[in-house]
């Protein structure tokens, strides 16, 4: 079974950019631990960060909403950390070598669909 949840916030410190979303329709006592791995909604502009548990996944959507604070990520060299309302924070293990290689295989590739290629572009670029 794979659930999703979506980021609600976000709030950038000094050394980590925090997104927080609200956990609690997890059962409280899910072990959740990073899987490293992003995938793409084109559907719904938004990356998709992957917690796994022993069972199944969650989908943490990240939309375009918070898309600025990724790139924050990227540029300033800060950890992203998920905080989740029941189960504390969980850091975004691999988010930064992940999201670098979508931005670079999004861009200029209308496969993703226009509106995911030219928002990417937008906010992400250019991104060294």
């Not at 990227?74 to 504390?88: E, F, I, N, P």
């Amino acid at each position: 079974m794979t659930t999703r949840l979506e980021i609600t916030s976000c709030e950038v410190k000094e050394d980590t950019v925090q997104f927080s979303i609200n956990s609690e329709s997890l059962a409280k006592d899910l072990a959740l631990e990073p899987s490293g791995q992003v995938l793409v909604d084109s559907d719904s502009l938004s990356f998709i960060y992957i917690l796994e548990t022993e069972d199944s996944f969650i989908y943490v959507s990240i939309p375009k909403d918070y898309w600025s604070d990724m790139k924050t990520v990227l540029t300033d060299g800060k950890d992203a950390v998920l905080q989740l309302s029941h189960h504390g924070s969980i850091p975004m293990v691999g988010l930064k070598d992940e999201l670098e290689y979508l931005i670079q295989n999004i861009s200029g590739n209308a496969n993703y669909g226009s509106e995911m290629m030219n928002s990417v572009e937008e906010i992400f670029q250019p991104v060294k």
